[in-house]
């Protein structure tokens, strides 16, 4: 098996092939289709030969890095995309400090061979244009948020120049209108797809599940599906969204409170958190459980990281299985 390490960057990449206990540079090439044509030209011949034969690991870098996994993924190599932080302290652990983009793709290539991840593999091609829709909704949401909060700053001075009011309104506007259209999109998009729907409409009978999470909630199982073969436990989901516990203790003496590891996506969890907070309001699972570790004692923001934590379980478990969710055996798990 060759161990190819490649730093990606906006404009080119650095490879470095792990054989034989050490690394071997291979250089710099463009990020573009044919800078990863002329590397793989530049493998050892009678590995390039067989792609099942090679494994290209390479750092999430702001999406820079897409193009070039799903490049190798049809050309049939192996791909892994190991968490940076992980690769990071794995490195200094081996006493690496430098850091150039040579050096990174050796790193790679040596973690690839001596640290087991696992392998990636891309999305549905339906579940990831669902994805980039809402990423672009969601940016137009947070641009409007600001474009609002200054709207209510220039109202507060009287001194501000109309044509300052005015662009601000023209800007809300047309905000306002792109959020519309991907609205429409993402809806026209359910349509031509009727089982993303059809999962919607499952997630939507979870309690703490609701318009603002459902979409990116769904996105998410569908990537831990595709990512895990469909094998994926339930506690591997949870750390993967970050919403597993991670206790501090040494000794007898240094002790701190429990918190969550926050790894993954952190809008995420602030969006299951405020679908937890939402469903306190009624009575459903959800409220039980919470009532539940309360009355035990349990701090009520703690408690309230717990649900969130379940509502995910439970998505899970409706994702994965395409039941509907059963509230009756929820509420007797919970109690």
């Given at each position: ?88 302290d794995w490195a200094k652990s081996q006493g690496r400090r430098a850091k150039t983009d040579a050096q990174d793709a050796q790193v790679l290539a040596q973690y690839g061979a001596q640290v087991p991840s696992p392998l990636w593999q891309p999305l549905p091609a339906a ?198 969710f059963d509230a009756a055996k929820a509420t007797a798990r919970a109690a």
């Amino acid at each position: 098996m060759l161990i190819l390490g490649v730093d990606v960057a906006k404009v080119q990449i650095a490879a470095a092939v792990w054989q034989d206990g050490r690394g071997h540079a291979l250089g710099s090439f463009a990020n573009t289709p044919a800078g990863w044509d002329a590397l793989a030209t530049h493998l050892p011949a009678p590995m390039a030969a067989d792609p099942a034969q090679v494994t290209l690991v390479l750092e999430p870098t702001g999406g820079y890095e897409l193009g070039l996994a799903l490049w190798a993924y049809r050309r049939g190599w192996l791909v892994r995309r190991p968490n940076p932080r992980h690769v990071r302290d794995w490195a200094k652990s081996q006493g690496r400090r430098a850091k150039t983009d040579a050096q990174d793709a050796q790193v790679l290539a040596q973690y690839g061979a001596q640290v087991p991840s696992p392998l990636w593999q891309p999305l549905p091609a339906a579940v990831s244009d669902l994805e980039q829709l809402v990423h672009r909704r969601d940016e137009v949401e947070a641009l409007l948020q600001r474009e609002r909060a200054r709207r209510d700053q220039v109202a507060a001075r009287p001194e501000m120049p109309s044509a300052v009011r005015q662009s601000i309104e023209r800007l809300l506007e047309a905000l306002e209108h792109e959020r519309g259209e991907l609205e429409q999109a993402i809806a026209d998009h359910l349509r031509q797809h009727p089982e993303l729907a059809a999962a919607r409409t499952r997630l939507l009978a979870v309690p703490g599940v609701g318009a603002r999470n459902v979409l990116p909630l769904l996105v998410l199982l569908a990537r831990w599906q595709a990512q895990t073969g469909g094998c994926g436990t339930v506690k591997g989901l949870v750390a993967y969204a970050g919403l597993d516990p991670q206790p501090y203790q040494s000794g007898t003496s240094v002790q701190r409170h429990a918190t969550i590891s926050r790894m993954g996506e952190r809008l995420l969890r602030s969006r299951l958190y405020m679908g937890a907070l939402g469903a306190l309001r009624g009575h459903n699972p959800v409220r039980s459980f919470y009532d539940h570790l309360v009355s035990r004692g349990k701090a009520k923001k703690l408690a309230l990281v717990a649900a969130a934590r379940k509502i995910l379980v439970w998505a899970w478990a409706v994702f994965h299985s395409g039941a509907p969710f059963d509230a009756a055996k929820a509420t007797a798990r919970a109690a």
